[in-house]
């Protein structure tokens, strides 16, 4: 047995309140990604007149712009459920994990429907590296000012 620390408890609970409260759906696609990889070469290539390992963009971040771009395309998926009514939100608010230490953390890039792919991948570098340093806010960890916790 080993003890369960503060965070993964915070974790378990959160995602349990999530799974329990809010309604889910699944979508699965398979899909030739070799464009993709072969896209995301050339845009390296391209900034590595920068020389700096943080200017290139990662298949992740070329992942968390396409759903930004189709979030947009599919408003139901950016949606939040209560009893009466269903609220459509305007902005795309990206959460992902970021492993850590002890456990899982989902820092949110904000506003991602109106980022471009190198202000998305600096964007979720710099939450990354927060994260990893344990130097990320609540308020980086939540969709929105009156969410009590990230997961939805």
């Given at each position: 047995s080993v003890p369960v620390s503060k965070m993964r408890s915070v974790i378990a609970k959160r995602l349990l309140e999530s799974k329990t409260t809010i309604p889910h759906f699944y979508l699965q696609r398979e899909i030739n990604?070799?464009?993709v990889r072969l896209a995301r070469e050339s845009i390296?290539?391209?900034?590595s007149q920068d020389s700096s390992d943080?200017?290139?963009?990662?298949?992740?971040?070329?992942i968390l712009l396409a759903c930004a771009k189709t979030i947009l395309r599919f408003p139901e998926i950016?949606?939040?459920?209560s009893e009466s009514e269903i609220t459509y939100h305007?902005?795309?608010h990206l959460a992902?994990?970021?492993?850590?230490e002890d456990g899982l953390v989902?820092?949110?890039i904000r506003n991602a429907e109106s980022l471009d792919l190198r202000s998305i991948s600096e964007t979720a570098k710099a939450l990354?590296?927060?994260?990893?340093n344990k130097k990320l806010t609540p308020d980086e960890m939540r969709y929105c000012k009156w969410c009590s916790f990230s997961s939805r």
């Open positions: 990604s070799e464009p390296n290539e391209a900034l943080l200017n290139k963009v990662s298949m992740n971040d070329v950016n949606s939040s459920w305007g902005n795309v992902f994990g970021v492993a850590v989902t820092p949110v990354i590296l927060k994260s990893r």
